[in-house]
Nanobody
Framework: QVQLVESGGELVQPGASLRLSCVSSMRTISGYSLAWFRQAPGKEREFVSGIGWVSGSTHYTDSVKGRFAISRDNANKATYLQMNNLKPEDTAVYYC?????????????????WGQGTQVTVSS
């Protein structure tokens, strides 16, 4: 069973930056599409950002475009989410997810592998 472990979540003030990390126990992540989702209290889990398995094409939900950047490091079997200019509405548990091969969309049901999440809290 593949294990994904997120880290980097903290309590920060609005406008601060954080970088979330997700490291996997896979032999390689080269053939996987990777994504970040988040879930705020009382809300359903939502897509945040994803990165393709070959081209490295990235996708972002509208609310984070221009502020967040996803990347991957295949050698270290990791994906990262750089979050800048954080806002209170970004407060959520952030989850890393992986799917072998390409992806048609970033619906959560398409991703069989998930981490346990890391808490990001943006508050003054």
């Amino acid at each position: 069973q593949v294990q994904l472990v997120e880290s980097g979540g903290e309590l920060v003030q609005p406008g601060a930056s954080l970088r979330l990390s997700c490291v996997s126990s896979m032999r390689t992540i080269s053939g996987y599409s990777l994504a970040w989702f988040r879930q705020a209290p009382g809300k359903e889990r939502e897509f945040v950002s994803g990165i393709g398995w070959v081209s490295g094409s990235t996708h972002y939900t509208d609310s984070v475009k221009g502020r967040f950047a996803i990347s991957r490091d295949n050698a270290n079997k990791a994906t990262y989410l750089q979050m800048n200019n954080l806002k209170p509405e970004d407060t959520a548990v952030y989850y890393c997810a992986a799917k072998f091969g390409g992806i048609k969309d970033y619906a959560e049901t398409a991703f069989p592998f998930w981490g346990q999440g890391t808490q990001v809290t943006v508050s003054s």
